[in-house]
Protein backbone atom coordinates (compact mmCIF):
# COMPACT_ATOMS: atom_id res chain seq x y z
CA UNK A 1 0.00 0.00 0.00
CA UNK A 2 3.18 2.18 0.78
CA UNK A 3 4.57 1.64 -2.94
CA UNK A 4 1.20 2.54 -4.07
CA UNK A 5 0.76 5.56 -2.22
CA UNK A 6 4.34 7.07 -3.27
CA UNK A 7 3.48 6.51 -6.69
CA UNK A 8 0.72 8.86 -6.69
CA UNK A 9 2.65 11.06 -4.34
CA UNK A 10 5.52 11.05 -7.07
CA UNK A 11 3.39 11.80 -10.07
CA UNK A 12 1.66 14.85 -7.81
CA UNK A 13 4.74 16.29 -7.50
CA UNK A 14 5.40 15.85 -10.59
CA UNK A 15 2.19 17.50 -12.61
CA UNK A 16 2.01 20.46 -9.87
CA UNK A 17 6.15 21.06 -10.42
CA UNK A 18 5.54 21.34 -14.09
CA UNK A 19 2.96 23.53 -14.11
CA UNK A 20 4.33 25.70 -10.82
CA UNK A 21 7.56 25.99 -13.00
CA UNK A 22 5.89 27.53 -16.57
CA UNK A 23 6.00 23.62 -17.82
CA UNK A 24 9.59 23.65 -17.80
CA UNK A 25 10.63 20.35 -19.19
CA UNK A 26 14.38 20.62 -18.03
CA UNK A 27 13.32 21.84 -14.95
CA UNK A 28 15.19 20.15 -11.62
CA UNK A 29 12.36 19.64 -9.40
CA UNK A 30 10.24 18.13 -12.58
CA UNK A 31 13.40 15.86 -13.58
CA UNK A 32 13.69 14.63 -9.73
CA UNK A 33 10.17 14.12 -9.70
CA UNK A 34 10.02 12.09 -12.62
CA UNK A 35 12.88 9.92 -11.88
CA UNK A 36 11.67 8.50 -8.61
CA UNK A 37 8.15 8.35 -10.43
CA UNK A 38 9.74 5.68 -12.42
CA UNK A 39 12.09 4.16 -9.37
CA UNK A 40 8.46 3.75 -7.24
CA UNK A 41 7.08 2.15 -10.13
CA UNK A 42 9.65 -0.05 -11.40
CA UNK A 43 9.62 -1.30 -7.27
CA UNK A 44 5.89 -1.15 -7.69
CA UNK A 45 6.34 -3.94 -10.29
CA UNK A 46 8.91 -6.29 -8.60
CA UNK A 47 8.45 -5.70 -4.70
CA UNK A 48 6.38 -9.08 -4.51
CA UNK A 49 9.68 -10.74 -5.15
CA UNK A 50 11.26 -8.95 -1.70
CA UNK A 51 10.31 -9.51 1.49
CA UNK A 52 10.96 -6.31 2.50
CA UNK A 53 7.78 -3.89 4.11
CA UNK A 54 8.74 0.04 3.14
CA UNK A 55 8.12 2.19 6.39
CA UNK A 56 6.36 5.83 6.00
CA UNK A 57 9.93 6.94 7.26
CA UNK A 58 11.75 6.64 4.22
CA UNK A 59 9.11 8.20 2.01
CA UNK A 60 8.37 10.87 4.71
CA UNK A 61 11.90 12.02 3.91
CA UNK A 62 11.99 11.77 0.26
CA UNK A 63 9.22 13.81 0.01
CA UNK A 64 10.11 16.32 1.99
CA UNK A 65 13.76 16.10 0.35
CA UNK A 66 12.21 16.67 -3.29
CA UNK A 67 10.07 19.54 -2.07
CA UNK A 68 12.88 21.14 -0.52
CA UNK A 69 14.47 21.00 -3.92
CA UNK A 70 11.63 22.44 -5.31
CA UNK A 71 11.60 25.01 -2.49
CA UNK A 72 15.26 25.67 -3.41
CA UNK A 73 14.52 26.32 -7.25
CA UNK A 74 12.17 28.74 -6.58
CA UNK A 75 14.48 30.83 -4.12
CA UNK A 76 16.89 30.17 -6.88
CA UNK A 77 14.36 31.38 -9.71
CA UNK A 78 13.32 34.38 -7.77
CA UNK A 79 16.28 35.92 -6.23
CA UNK A 80 17.64 35.86 -9.65
CA UNK A 81 14.92 37.60 -10.94
CA UNK A 82 14.40 40.19 -8.63
CA UNK A 83 18.26 41.17 -8.77
CA UNK A 84 18.18 41.34 -12.75
CA UNK A 85 14.68 43.05 -12.87
CA UNK A 86 15.61 45.49 -10.40
CA UNK A 87 18.43 46.59 -12.68
CA UNK A 88 17.02 46.26 -16.16
CA UNK A 89 13.51 48.50 -15.08
CA UNK A 90 15.73 51.05 -13.85
CA UNK A 91 17.25 51.82 -17.33
CA UNK A 92 13.46 51.35 -19.08
CA UNK A 93 11.23 53.91 -19.37
CA UNK A 94 8.88 52.97 -22.39
CA UNK A 95 6.24 51.11 -20.74
CA UNK A 96 5.83 48.92 -23.53
CA UNK A 97 9.32 48.09 -23.41
CA UNK A 98 8.91 47.23 -19.55
CA UNK A 99 5.93 45.23 -19.74
CA UNK A 100 7.81 43.19 -22.05
CA UNK A 101 11.04 42.44 -19.63
CA UNK A 102 8.28 41.97 -16.71
CA UNK A 103 6.76 38.90 -18.80
CA UNK A 104 9.59 37.42 -19.55
CA UNK A 105 11.04 37.45 -15.95
CA UNK A 106 7.96 36.25 -14.52
CA UNK A 107 8.68 33.08 -16.97
CA UNK A 108 5.64 33.30 -18.96
CA UNK A 109 7.92 31.37 -21.78
CA UNK A 110 10.98 29.84 -21.82
CA UNK A 111 11.00 28.54 -25.59
CA UNK A 112 10.39 30.07 -28.47
CA UNK A 113 8.84 27.85 -31.23
CA UNK A 114 11.16 28.12 -34.13
CA UNK A 115 10.16 25.48 -37.19
CA UNK A 116 12.88 26.38 -38.81
CA UNK A 117 14.94 23.01 -40.55
CA UNK A 118 18.02 24.34 -41.64
CA UNK A 119 20.52 22.31 -40.67
CA UNK A 120 23.96 23.29 -38.74
CA UNK A 121 26.74 23.34 -40.81
CA UNK A 122 30.13 22.51 -39.60
CA UNK A 123 33.75 22.97 -39.87
CA UNK A 124 34.99 19.19 -41.19
CA UNK A 125 38.56 20.16 -40.78
CA UNK A 126 37.78 20.88 -36.52
CA UNK A 127 35.77 17.53 -37.00
CA UNK A 128 39.11 15.77 -37.87
CA UNK A 129 40.89 17.23 -35.01
CA UNK A 130 38.12 16.13 -32.54
CA UNK A 131 38.14 12.88 -33.96
CA UNK A 132 41.85 12.29 -33.81
CA UNK A 133 42.16 13.34 -29.74
CA UNK A 134 39.38 10.45 -29.24
CA UNK A 135 41.27 7.75 -31.10
CA UNK A 136 44.24 9.02 -29.29
CA UNK A 137 42.28 9.11 -25.90
CA UNK A 138 41.07 5.20 -26.75
CA UNK A 139 44.72 3.90 -27.55
CA UNK A 140 46.24 5.60 -24.35
CA UNK A 141 42.80 3.66 -22.56
CA UNK A 142 43.52 0.78 -24.36
CA UNK A 143 47.43 1.08 -23.47
CA UNK A 144 46.87 1.83 -19.61
CA UNK A 145 43.53 -1.13 -19.19
CA UNK A 146 46.54 -3.31 -20.43
CA UNK A 147 49.14 -2.41 -18.12
CA UNK A 148 46.62 -2.39 -14.92
CA UNK A 149 45.40 -6.01 -15.88
CA UNK A 150 48.73 -7.41 -16.53
CA UNK A 151 49.72 -6.29 -13.02
CA UNK A 152 46.42 -7.57 -11.46
CA UNK A 153 47.17 -11.12 -13.17
CA UNK A 154 50.34 -11.86 -11.93
CA UNK A 155 52.41 -10.85 -14.75
CA UNK A 156 50.16 -12.35 -17.57
CA UNK A 157 47.45 -10.89 -19.67
CA UNK A 158 43.95 -13.23 -19.48
CA UNK A 159 41.71 -14.46 -21.19
CA UNK A 160 39.36 -12.01 -22.88
CA UNK A 161 36.27 -13.60 -21.80
CA UNK A 162 37.22 -12.79 -18.31
CA UNK A 163 39.56 -9.33 -19.05
CA UNK A 164 36.70 -7.00 -18.72
CA UNK A 165 35.29 -8.51 -15.27
CA UNK A 166 38.66 -8.96 -14.29
CA UNK A 167 39.32 -4.75 -14.86
CA UNK A 168 36.53 -3.84 -12.77
CA UNK A 169 37.72 -6.10 -10.10
CA UNK A 170 41.14 -4.21 -10.25
CA UNK A 171 40.08 -0.55 -10.12
CA UNK A 172 37.92 -1.51 -7.29
CA UNK A 173 40.51 -2.63 -5.48
CA UNK A 174 42.17 0.66 -6.09
CA UNK A 175 43.90 0.72 -9.47
CA UNK A 176 43.23 3.54 -11.38
CA UNK A 177 44.59 5.41 -15.15
CA UNK A 178 46.83 8.17 -14.52
CA UNK A 179 45.60 11.85 -13.97
CA UNK A 180 46.49 12.82 -17.90
CA UNK A 181 44.50 10.08 -19.25
CA UNK A 182 41.59 11.05 -16.92
CA UNK A 183 41.71 14.42 -17.77
CA UNK A 184 41.48 13.69 -21.27
CA UNK A 185 38.31 11.68 -20.93
CA UNK A 186 36.97 14.28 -19.86
CA UNK A 187 38.20 16.61 -22.64
CA UNK A 188 36.50 13.99 -24.63
CA UNK A 189 33.53 14.35 -23.06
CA UNK A 190 33.06 17.91 -23.59
CA UNK A 191 33.74 17.52 -27.26
CA UNK A 192 31.20 14.92 -27.88
CA UNK A 193 28.80 17.20 -26.04
CA UNK A 194 29.24 19.07 -29.41
CA UNK A 195 28.67 16.25 -31.29
CA UNK A 196 26.06 15.27 -30.21
CA UNK A 197 24.53 18.69 -30.84
CA UNK A 198 25.69 18.78 -34.26
CA UNK A 199 23.84 15.38 -34.65
CA UNK A 200 20.78 15.23 -33.08
CA UNK A 201 20.01 18.85 -34.62
CA UNK A 202 20.81 17.79 -37.80
CA UNK A 203 18.84 14.57 -37.32
CA UNK A 204 15.29 16.60 -36.42
CA UNK A 205 16.11 18.83 -39.56
CA UNK A 206 15.96 16.06 -41.60
CA UNK A 207 18.77 17.04 -43.20
CA UNK A 208 21.28 14.55 -42.31
CA UNK A 209 24.87 14.36 -44.84
CA UNK A 210 27.48 12.09 -45.37
CA UNK A 211 29.78 14.53 -43.62
CA UNK A 212 27.57 13.92 -40.54
CA UNK A 213 29.52 10.68 -40.09
CA UNK A 214 32.44 12.25 -38.81
CA UNK A 215 30.25 13.17 -35.18
CA UNK A 216 28.36 9.67 -35.30
CA UNK A 217 31.82 8.46 -35.13
CA UNK A 218 33.19 10.46 -32.09
CA UNK A 219 30.18 9.72 -30.25
CA UNK A 220 30.87 6.04 -31.01
CA UNK A 221 34.32 5.97 -30.09
CA UNK A 222 33.39 7.79 -26.83
CA UNK A 223 31.18 5.10 -25.76
CA UNK A 224 34.05 2.42 -26.49
CA UNK A 225 35.89 4.83 -23.94
CA UNK A 226 33.18 4.59 -21.40
CA UNK A 227 33.26 0.48 -21.41
CA UNK A 228 36.93 0.71 -21.04
CA UNK A 229 36.87 2.33 -17.87
CA UNK A 230 35.18 -0.50 -17.06
CA UNK A 231 31.96 1.26 -15.75
CA UNK A 232 28.62 2.66 -16.78
CA UNK A 233 29.15 6.29 -15.68
CA UNK A 234 30.19 7.61 -18.92
CA UNK A 235 27.59 5.80 -20.91
CA UNK A 236 24.91 6.95 -18.27
CA UNK A 237 26.14 10.26 -18.79
CA UNK A 238 25.90 9.94 -23.16
CA UNK A 239 22.35 8.96 -22.07
CA UNK A 240 21.27 11.98 -20.35
CA UNK A 241 23.35 14.21 -22.29
CA UNK A 242 21.40 12.94 -25.81
CA UNK A 243 18.11 13.40 -23.73
CA UNK A 244 18.74 17.01 -22.58
CA UNK A 245 20.02 18.55 -26.03
CA UNK A 246 16.64 16.18 -27.88
CA UNK A 247 14.70 17.86 -25.24
CA UNK A 248 15.41 21.53 -25.53
CA UNK A 249 15.40 20.96 -29.43
CA UNK A 250 12.18 19.34 -29.78
CA UNK A 251 10.39 22.22 -27.20
CA UNK A 252 13.07 25.31 -29.46
CA UNK A 253 11.26 23.67 -32.77
CA UNK A 254 7.42 22.25 -31.85
CA UNK A 255 4.78 23.94 -30.06
CA UNK A 256 4.63 22.79 -26.60
CA UNK A 257 2.36 20.15 -26.31
CA UNK A 258 3.40 18.37 -29.64
CA UNK A 259 7.31 18.81 -28.16
CA UNK A 260 5.47 17.01 -24.80
CA UNK A 261 4.57 14.05 -26.87
CA UNK A 262 7.90 13.48 -28.94
CA UNK A 263 9.60 13.73 -25.48
CA UNK A 264 8.21 11.15 -24.00
CA UNK A 265 8.70 9.21 -26.96
CA UNK A 266 12.85 10.37 -26.51
CA UNK A 267 12.82 9.38 -22.87
CA UNK A 268 11.91 6.06 -23.77
CA UNK A 269 14.16 5.60 -26.52
CA UNK A 270 17.29 6.78 -24.03
CA UNK A 271 15.81 4.77 -20.95
CA UNK A 272 16.06 1.57 -23.13
CA UNK A 273 19.21 2.33 -25.08
CA UNK A 274 20.33 2.57 -21.47
CA UNK A 275 19.14 -0.47 -20.47
CA UNK A 276 20.56 -2.24 -23.01
CA UNK A 277 24.02 -0.79 -22.73
CA UNK A 278 23.76 -1.72 -19.14
CA UNK A 279 23.14 -4.95 -19.35
CA UNK A 280 25.95 -5.57 -22.33
CA UNK A 281 28.36 -3.99 -19.95
CA UNK A 282 27.21 -6.69 -17.09
CA UNK A 283 27.48 -9.40 -19.50
CA UNK A 284 31.02 -8.65 -20.40
CA UNK A 285 31.84 -8.14 -16.53
CA UNK A 286 30.13 -11.48 -15.84
CA UNK A 287 32.70 -14.76 -15.92
CA UNK A 288 29.59 -17.09 -17.19
CA UNK A 289 26.22 -18.30 -16.37
CA UNK A 290 24.50 -14.91 -17.15
CA UNK A 291 22.02 -13.90 -19.79
CA UNK A 292 20.65 -10.99 -21.37
CA UNK A 293 17.83 -11.99 -19.58
CA UNK A 294 19.12 -11.64 -16.32
CA UNK A 295 20.89 -8.36 -16.96
CA UNK A 296 18.25 -6.67 -18.14
CA UNK A 297 16.25 -7.67 -14.49
CA UNK A 298 19.32 -6.41 -12.81
CA UNK A 299 18.89 -3.02 -14.83
CA UNK A 300 14.94 -2.53 -13.35
CA UNK A 301 16.76 -3.57 -9.78
CA UNK A 302 19.49 -0.92 -10.23
CA UNK A 303 16.66 1.53 -10.83
CA UNK A 304 14.30 0.67 -7.75
CA UNK A 305 16.41 -0.61 -4.99
CA UNK A 306 17.51 2.48 -3.59
CA UNK A 307 14.11 3.18 -2.09
CA UNK A 308 14.49 -0.15 -0.28
CA UNK A 309 18.05 0.40 0.89
CA UNK A 310 17.41 3.86 2.46
CA UNK A 311 14.55 2.08 4.19
CA UNK A 312 16.60 -0.23 5.76
CA UNK A 313 19.29 2.29 6.59
CA UNK A 314 16.95 4.62 8.09
CA UNK A 315 15.92 1.55 10.41
CA UNK A 316 19.44 1.44 11.73
CA UNK A 317 21.87 4.86 10.58
CA UNK A 318 25.22 4.48 10.34
CA UNK A 319 26.32 8.55 10.64
CA UNK A 320 30.29 10.06 9.70
CA UNK A 321 32.43 8.17 11.31
CA UNK A 322 35.79 9.56 9.39
CA UNK A 323 37.68 12.90 10.83
CA UNK A 324 37.16 14.21 7.62
CA UNK A 325 33.99 16.86 7.29
CA UNK A 326 31.68 15.93 5.18
CA UNK A 327 33.18 12.68 3.57
CA UNK A 328 30.19 11.11 1.90
CA UNK A 329 28.76 14.68 0.48
CA UNK A 330 32.19 16.00 -0.61
CA UNK A 331 33.67 12.75 -1.69
CA UNK A 332 34.53 14.22 -4.78
CA UNK A 333 36.44 17.12 -4.07
CA UNK A 334 38.35 14.73 -1.55
CA UNK A 335 38.80 12.14 -4.17
CA UNK A 336 40.70 15.31 -6.61
CA UNK A 337 42.55 16.22 -3.77
CA UNK A 338 43.81 12.39 -3.14
CA UNK A 339 45.42 12.65 -6.93
CA UNK A 340 48.42 15.61 -5.15
CA UNK A 341 48.54 13.75 -1.43
CA UNK A 342 47.89 10.23 0.41
CA UNK A 343 46.53 12.06 3.46
CA UNK A 344 42.82 11.49 1.91
CA UNK A 345 43.31 7.72 1.13
CA UNK A 346 41.28 7.21 4.08
CA UNK A 347 38.26 8.49 2.23
CA UNK A 348 38.87 6.62 -1.51
CA UNK A 349 38.12 3.47 -0.04
CA UNK A 350 35.44 3.87 2.29
CA UNK A 351 32.41 2.71 0.12
CA UNK A 352 28.96 2.24 1.15
CA UNK A 353 28.21 -0.91 2.51
CA UNK A 354 26.34 -2.95 0.96
CA UNK A 355 22.59 -4.25 1.67
CA UNK A 356 21.13 -7.22 1.44
CA UNK A 357 17.31 -6.79 -0.45
CA UNK A 358 16.70 -10.22 -0.49
CA UNK A 359 16.48 -13.61 -3.06
CA UNK A 360 19.96 -13.10 -3.28
CA UNK A 361 20.20 -9.48 -4.79
CA UNK A 362 22.67 -6.83 -2.56
CA UNK A 363 23.24 -3.11 -3.42
CA UNK A 364 24.71 -0.17 -2.11
CA UNK A 365 23.10 2.48 -3.63
CA UNK A 366 20.59 4.51 -1.28
CA UNK A 367 19.25 7.78 -3.32
CA UNK A 368 21.10 11.24 -2.84
CA UNK A 369 19.78 11.45 0.78
CA UNK A 370 21.88 8.50 2.23
CA UNK A 371 24.73 10.76 1.65
CA UNK A 372 22.89 14.02 3.44
CA UNK A 373 21.73 11.91 6.44
CA UNK A 374 24.97 10.21 7.42
CA UNK A 375 27.22 13.40 7.54
CA UNK A 376 24.54 15.84 8.69
CA UNK A 377 21.55 14.40 9.89
CA UNK A 378 18.01 16.24 9.49
CA UNK A 379 20.01 19.20 8.99
CA UNK A 380 21.57 17.93 5.60
CA UNK A 381 18.17 16.45 4.33
CA UNK A 382 17.29 19.92 3.93
CA UNK A 383 19.89 22.33 3.46
CA UNK A 384 21.77 20.08 0.35
CA UNK A 385 18.80 19.66 -1.62
CA UNK A 386 17.98 23.11 -1.03
CA UNK A 387 21.47 24.64 -1.96
CA UNK A 388 21.06 22.29 -5.35
CA UNK A 389 17.51 23.41 -6.27
CA UNK A 390 18.94 27.15 -5.70
CA UNK A 391 22.00 26.44 -7.90
CA UNK A 392 19.88 25.03 -11.07
CA UNK A 393 17.30 27.79 -10.01
CA UNK A 394 19.89 30.67 -10.72
CA UNK A 395 21.21 28.46 -13.81
CA UNK A 396 18.27 28.23 -15.74
CA UNK A 397 17.19 31.74 -15.32
CA UNK A 398 20.86 33.19 -16.47
CA UNK A 399 20.34 30.42 -19.44
CA UNK A 400 16.38 31.78 -20.17
CA UNK A 401 18.11 35.26 -20.91
CA UNK A 402 21.22 34.87 -22.24
CA UNK A 403 22.22 35.23 -25.82
CA UNK A 404 24.68 32.29 -25.46
CA UNK A 405 22.15 29.61 -25.68
CA UNK A 406 24.28 26.65 -26.67
CA UNK A 407 26.99 27.71 -24.27
CA UNK A 408 23.95 27.18 -21.30
CA UNK A 409 22.73 24.28 -23.17
CA UNK A 410 26.58 22.44 -23.45
CA UNK A 411 27.29 22.71 -19.43
CA UNK A 412 23.35 21.99 -18.32
CA UNK A 413 23.85 18.69 -20.85
CA UNK A 414 26.84 17.80 -18.21
CA UNK A 415 25.23 19.56 -15.31
CA UNK A 416 22.29 17.67 -16.09
CA UNK A 417 23.24 13.76 -14.34
CA UNK A 418 23.01 14.94 -11.30
CA UNK A 419 19.15 15.27 -11.63
CA UNK A 420 18.56 12.09 -13.54
CA UNK A 421 20.68 10.01 -10.82
CA UNK A 422 19.33 11.74 -8.08
CA UNK A 423 17.10 8.62 -6.90
CA UNK A 424 19.77 6.18 -7.22
CA UNK A 425 23.07 8.22 -6.04
CA UNK A 426 24.23 11.58 -4.94
CA UNK A 427 26.48 13.24 -7.76
CA UNK A 428 26.12 17.00 -7.41
CA UNK A 429 28.76 17.52 -4.96
CA UNK A 430 30.60 14.44 -5.42
CA UNK A 431 30.45 15.21 -9.29
CA UNK A 432 29.67 18.68 -9.65
CA UNK A 433 30.68 20.95 -7.15
CA UNK A 434 34.40 19.24 -7.48
CA UNK A 435 37.49 19.81 -8.55
CA UNK A 436 37.00 17.57 -11.67
CA UNK A 437 33.58 19.06 -12.15
CA UNK A 438 34.76 22.88 -11.68
CA UNK A 439 37.75 21.47 -14.46
CA UNK A 440 34.57 21.13 -16.70
CA UNK A 441 33.00 23.92 -16.62
CA UNK A 442 35.91 25.64 -17.24
CA UNK A 443 36.56 23.46 -20.28
CA UNK A 444 32.49 24.13 -21.81
CA UNK A 445 33.46 27.63 -21.39
CA UNK A 446 36.99 27.79 -23.24
CA UNK A 447 35.34 24.80 -25.87
CA UNK A 448 32.55 27.46 -26.73
CA UNK A 449 34.77 30.20 -27.35
CA UNK A 450 37.02 28.39 -29.74
CA UNK A 451 33.81 26.35 -31.46
CA UNK A 452 31.62 29.21 -31.80
CA UNK A 453 32.79 32.45 -30.66
CA UNK A 454 35.87 31.88 -33.22
CA UNK A 455 33.93 29.70 -35.20
CA UNK A 456 36.21 26.83 -35.75
CA UNK A 457 33.61 24.35 -35.24
CA UNK A 458 30.38 26.49 -36.45
CA UNK A 459 30.55 29.62 -38.06
CA UNK A 460 27.24 31.40 -35.37
CA UNK A 461 24.88 30.10 -32.99
CA UNK A 462 22.11 32.10 -35.31
CA UNK A 463 20.87 28.62 -35.95
CA UNK A 464 20.79 26.54 -32.36
Known sequence: ?????????SFLFLFCFFVWIRKTILSPSV???????LESFVWLLIANQYSIRLHWSVYFVLVFGVFFIFLGEEIGRNFDIFAHQKLSLQKIHDKGARREIENKHNGKYYYEPNNSDKRVPFNSKTMLVILFFLCLTTALYLYEDYHILITYNGGSFPSFSTAYGMLRAAMNSGSSVSFLLARMTEISFVLVIYCLYLLITNLFSKRIKLIDLLPTICVCLFVFIGFLTSGRTYLERTVIAILVIALYILFSKYAFWEAVKRSFFMAFICLIVFGLGFSVAGLMRS?????MGKQLYSFGFYVASSIPAFDLYLLNPVYNQTQFWGAHVFYGFYSFLSNFTTAFDEIMYMP???????????????TAFRRYYQDFGAFGVIFFPTLMGSFYGVFLEQWKRSKHQLLYLTIFSFEAFPLFEYG??????????SGPGIFAIFLFI???????SKGFLIKNESNS
Open 31 to 37: IIAACFF
Open 352 to 366: LEMVNIGQGMATNIY
Open 446 to 452: LAYWVFI
Open 287 to 291: SGGST
Open 1 to 9: MIVEISLVI
Open 424 to 433: VEERFFTGVI
